[in-house]
């Protein structure tokens, strides 16, 4: 096995991401005094900060390992589109935004006092079914210039015709990567992997009470669905990659865990990067599980730079 980063084999690579676009709205403030008006925190804010958010986050990663990338997504016609625009242009993302008029750009908002996360507030409106038929267009029509899809699905809506990309994408034997929702897994059928983490397992699997049955349950799901591998994240419990193969556990890396927010689409886009250059899904499962543990010692929805993974030491 390899233990080199593959730099310069990733640096040729060129990945599809496909999904829900959100900005990530960052309050940063400190809290003094509670409100006379009600129990809460009153936060005095010092700064705001935008970031890219669910697959533009995925991107905004890709760039950071070193490969290029084309974001495919669903925006509204509104300032929050513009803001997410810019800082694709700013991290070298191409980008190809529906605009849909009839919808908002998600926003997550999220309040800080010092390091404490005290609420977020949710801005959605979920785009029309045309609009989700024109990004299946425009998927298909860029499929083919690229070596590696990912679809990020945070079930806003811009995946609605999922299973026909997929189909498409491995009729061109493209690798797929999906980032799942929902209980239903019959429309990623046909991936080349899928990234549940727990809750999500559980929610397609239903509960396990041994790793046996959980093998069990990750194969029943792999054939019913012709998945070739399943990737479980398991928090501080690490991740556990399920093929034909068999099961291959790698122990969390992460020495601080500061905030988890965005750590899955870290693994990702590790994943894709790594895959696409050509790695066995042992070796780029053993970076993606690396890329987490640096992630979750960021504060916020961070990326991770292709130097920093190669400098990581366990």
């Known amino acids: 096995m390899s233990?080199?980063?593959?730099?310069?084999?990733?640096?040729?690579?060129?990945?599809?991401?496909?999904?829900?676009?959100?900005?990530?709205?960052?309050?940063?403030?400190?809290?003094?005094?509670?409100?006379?008006?009600?129990?809460?925190?009153?936060?005095?804010?010092?700064?705001?900060?935008?970031?890219?958010?669910?697959?533009?986050?995925?991107?905004?990663?890709?760039?950071?390992?070193?490969?290029?990338?084309?974001?495919?997504?669903?925006?509204?016609?509104?300032?929050?589109?513009?803001?997410?625009?810019?800082?694709?242009?700013?991290?070298?993302?191409?980008?190809?935004?529906?605009?849909?008029?009839?919808?908002?750009?998600?926003?997550?908002?999220?309040?800080?006092?010092?390091?404490?996360?005290?609420?977020?507030?949710?801005?959605?409106?979920?785009?029309?079914?045309?609009?989700?038929?024109?990004?299946?267009?425009?998927?298909?029509?860029?499929?083919?210039?690229?070596?590696?899809?990912?679809?990020?699905?945070?079930?806003?809506?811009?995946?609605?015709?999922?299973?026909d990309m997929i189909v498409f994408a491995k009729a061109n034997c493209i690798q797929v990567l999906v980032d799942p929702k929902g209980a239903d897994y019959s429309k990623y059928s046909g991936a080349s992997l899928i990234t549940p983490n727990r809750a999500e397992m559980e929610l397609a699997v239903g509960h396990w009470d041994s790793e046996e049955s959980l093998l069990l349950k990750a194969n029943a799901l792999r054939e019913a669905h012709d998945i070739d591998a399943i990737l479980v994240t398991r928090s501080e419990l690490g991740m556990t990659l399920f093929d034909r193969n068999g099961r291959t556990h790698q122990n969390a890396q992460a020495k601080e865990v500061f905030d988890v927010s965005g750590a899955g689409d870290t693994v990702l886009a590790t994943l894709a990067v790594t895959r696409a250059a050509g790695l066995e899904w042992s070796e780029a499962i053993n970076w993606a599980n690396k890329a987490g543990g640096i992630v979750v010692g960021k504060l916020g929805t961070s990326t991770v730079s292709s130097e920093e993974i190669m400098h990581y030491h366990d």
């Not at 513009?82 to 694709?88: A, F, P």
């Open 3 to 163: 233990h080199n980063y593959p730099i310069e084999n990733i640096k040729k690579r060129k990945i599809l991401v496909v999904g829900d676009l959100m900005v990530d709205r960052y309050w940063f403030g400190r809290v003094d005094r509670i409100s006379p008006e009600a129990p809460v925190p009153v936060v005095h804010v010092k700064k705001n900060e935008n970031r890219l958010g669910g697959a533009a986050n995925v991107a905004s990663n890709v760039v950071s390992l070193g490969a290029q990338v084309s974001l495919v997504g669903i925006v509204g016609d509104d300032e929050p589109a513009k803001i997410l625009k810019n800082l694709c242009e700013e991290h070298s993302i191409s980008h190809h935004f529906i605009s849909d008029n009839t919808s908002e750009t998600t926003i997550k908002m999220r309040v800080l006092g010092g390091q404490q996360q005290l609420i977020r507030i949710d801005f959605e409106k979920f785009p029309s079914d045309q609009k989700a038929q024109e990004l299946n267009q425009k998927t298909k029509e860029l499929i083919k210039a690229h070596d590696l899809v990912v679809f990020s699905d945070y079930r806003k809506g811009a995946l609605k015709y999922i299973e």
